[in-house]
């Protein structure tokens, strides 16, 4: 077709383009004209009764023709199709016809150069008065730019290693890379022109339709992370923004990285729960109660960190018998249904149950499906219904072995949503099962120390005698707790005169040794005073003197004093306190008036087993009746955070303070108060009370 280079204006005027007012009707033409000239969108008609397809210029340069080139028929436009668009493009053009209705298609044209252009073409079809198509107008614009710019979008797009897809305001799909096609484990073919909570409906009501519906209506970014069920299974960070023709999402599959973090979780979940067994478990074992708590707490530990649930068996140290101890479930509502059945299992169980196989076998057990194994063994009643009720689905259970002792088991249990135990959790199992066996050993090793050692201590610090005159208390705290023995002692004995002798000491050291040591003292001593009215210091110069020739090789501090009365003193109501200090903290004197005093100088004299030929001095007062006296060990005034005779003063006051309890209640009460932060030292201490005597002749 032609169309002329300059179009006529209105019939019956001329031309007129550079002296049209504004208001002029071509103005408006002109203008349109411009801008689709400057906008480089070309026209056509086709006559579809002739044939006859009209292009402007724009057109014309657009497929590449010179003016006169081309012939006006549609076989000319065809002939500049790309052959891989030929077929579409002229379809698309016979739809229309067809359906009196628009055209609409994006195709390339091959120009005689071989140069390709894209062109985006646009018509209606209009119709006569019996509704036949007879005419199709439209127009042509060059996409190849655009096209290219798309494509460099596009390339890049599908190079990267993000998952990109884009949605229209209908929440359909209109792009998709490659790396969306992988993780979302579609193909271009099904994603794109589909809705995209059809597609997925997972989504709907999750973090994903939550997210878009905010970017789209606020026109905000979101940026967060949510899960994919199955089929797709995944975790996702997603970053959403929106845009003028919808919604441009970046994901990627983080799956892995979750994976990885809660890996690492677990793994320091794991170590603390082995240190936290650990702590809790010498902190409270000791006896057989604390055995219990300290189980019951590692119960609590273990769950949920290895388990939805547990329960911990220990065998009776007396008959060796089974018991389910302590357990646990992550969920409130079940720990009384789990404590039921830890209550009723054991009787209910056949033998060949695996928490009774892992006990007999030493071994540990994992079994893959409980229901199977344990189920069909269970009597009907209380404790069906709460294996019922707690419903495993997967257990592990460890044998509690100590030195070569089975002490119990830890059985670990999970449920249907939690899969079964991996090899990082079998062995921070193991190791919990070794450290609480381990503790629950030595604490019994321990407690069979201890008793032998409370028997030794029994034997020699025997209790005191009670004459009818007088009250002895004694005291004895070891701060040893592994030996509960140490080089403190006292004693407390009567003469064959009636004269009662009270000894306070403390060898050198805190050791068996030091025990051992302090057992033959005592013994010595008693041997050398007991024989008659020896004075205390001829007991300690006579004990001195057996420590050399015994070769003890051993060192000691002591305080021997005697309790002396005559027959006037009887009558008068005093008594004679006689005694001799060698290298020991002074004795202290209540007097019945409430008055303390210290007996003796600062120090007293040399310690036994230093000189045998050492210089020994008695000393006496003469007490009312109704007076008390203390001796005691430096443990109960001295330590680290603590110097001798600030000790000894704090120790007056307390007695100053105490001194209307009775005697037991006071020597319980001094040791708590001047020892409240617990021994640094082993504390030894003997008090005599002398009793007020009524008229009349000594029983």
């Known amino acids: 077709m032609t169309v002329p280079e300059q179009r006529p204006g209105p019939p019956g005027k001329a031309s007129r383009p550079l002296s049209l007012l504004p208001d002029d009707p071509d103005v408006s033409r002109i203008r349109f004209e411009l801008a689709i000239d400057a906008a480089g969108i070309g026209s056509f008609d086709w006559d579809l009764v002739t044939g006859r397809l009209s292009w402007d210029d724009q057109l014309m340069a657009i497929f590449g023709y010179r003016p006169g080139g081309f012939d006006e028929s549609i076989d000319a436009f065809a002939a500049r199709l790309h052959p891989d668009d030929r077929e579409r493009t002229l379809q698309a053009l016979q739809d229309a016809i067809d359906d009196v209705g628009v055209y609409d298609a994006e195709f390339r044209v091959v120009l005689p150069s071989g140069e390709t252009r894209w062109v985006q073409g646009r018509g209606r079809a209009l119709a006569d ?97 949510a899960y994919y069920p199955p089929p797709l299974d995944s975790w996702y960070e997603v970053r959403a923004w929106p845009g003028p023709d919808g919604l441009s999402v970046y994901f990627l599959d983080v799956t892995e990285r979750r994976a990885a973090e809660q890996r690492a979780r677990d793994s320091a979940a794991r170590l603390a729960l082995v240190a936290e067994v650990s702590a809790l478990m010498s902190a409270t074992l000791g006896s057989p109660a604390g055995e219990r708590t300290a189980l019951q707490r590692v119960a609590e530990a273990v769950v949920p960190v290895l388990g939805d649930w547990a329960i911990l068996t220990l065998a009776d140290g007396a008959d060796g018998r089974m018991h389910d101890v302590a357990s646990w479930h992550a969920d409130p509502a079940l720990r009384p249904v789990t404590a039921t059945y830890a209550a009723l299992r054991l009787a209910s169980i056949a033998p060949d149950a695996p928490v009774l196989r892992a006990l007999g076998s030493g071994r540990l057990l994992t079994v893959a499906d409980v229901p199977a194994a344990i189920r069909p063994t269970l009597p009907e009643g209380e404790v069906l219904d709460a294996f019922d009720a707690l419903a495993p689905r997967t257990a592990v ?113 805190h050791d068996t040794e030091a025990a051992a040591a302090m057992g033959q003292l005592r013994g010595m001593l008693r041997g050398v005073a007991h024989r008659g009215d020896t004075p205390p210091d001829a007991v300690l110069a006579e004990l001195d003197a057996a420590v050399d020739a015994l070769g003890l090789d051993t ?92 000790g000894i003063e ?22 708590r108060r001047l020892r409240p932060e617990g021994l640094q030292d082993d504390v030894a201490l003997v008090a005599i009370r002398l009793h007020p005597q009524p008229e009349g002749p000594r029983p």
């Open 129 to 225: 008065d019996r509704g036949t198509a007879v005419r199709l107008l439209g127009a042509g614009i060059d996409t190849t730019r655009l096209r290219e710019g798309d494509a460099r979008v596009s390339r890049v797009l599908e190079t990267m290693r993000s998952a990109f897809f884009a949605l229209d305001r209908r929440w359909r799909f209109t792009y998709v890379n490659a790396e969306a096609e992988r993780v979302l484990h579609r193909s271009r073919e099904e994603l794109l022109g589909g809705v995209v909570w059809t597609l997925f409906p997972a989504a709907v009501g999750s973090a994903f339709e939550v997210h878009y519906r905010a970017a789209m209506e606020g026109g905000e970014e979101r940026v967060f992370e």
């Open 397 to 509: 259970t460890l044998p509690l072995l100590a030195r070569g002792r089975t002490l119990g088991a830890l059985s670990v249990y999970r449920g249907a949503g939690r899969p079964a135990a991996t090899d990082e959790d079998v062995a921070a199992a193991r190791e919990v099962a070794d450290r609480v066996a381990l503790a629950l050993d030595n604490a019994r090793l321990f407690d069979q120390q201890r008793r032998l050692a409370e028997a030794l201590q029994r034997s020699l610090l025997t209790a005191p005698p009670q004459p009818d005159e007088a009250e002895i208390v004694v005291r004895y705290q070891p701060a040893v707790q592994v030996a509960q023995v140490g080089g403190d002692w006292y004693d407390a004995f009567q003469q064959p005169d009636g004269a009662t002798v009270l000894v306070i000491g403390d060898v050198v050291g």
């Open 650 to 671: 704090r120790l007056r006051d307390a007695l100053t303070e105490l001194a209307g309890l009775p005697l037991e209640r006071l020597c319980d009460a001094l040791v």
């Open 555 to 646: 060192m000691a501090t002591a305080v021997v004093a005697r309790v002396e009365q005559t027959p006037e003193q009887r009558a008068a109501g005093t008594t004679t306190l006689r005694w001799s200090n060698a290298g020991h903290p002074p004795p202290l004197l209540l007097t019945p008036e409430g008055e303390v005093r210290r007996l003796g100088g600062e120090r007293g004299e040399l310690m036994l087993g230093v000189d045998p030929a050492a210089r020994r001095t008695s000393h006496e007062v003469e007490v009312r009746r109704g007076s008390t006296l203390l001796l005691y060990t430096d443990g109960l005034v001295e330590g680290r955070d603590l110097l001798l005779d600030e």
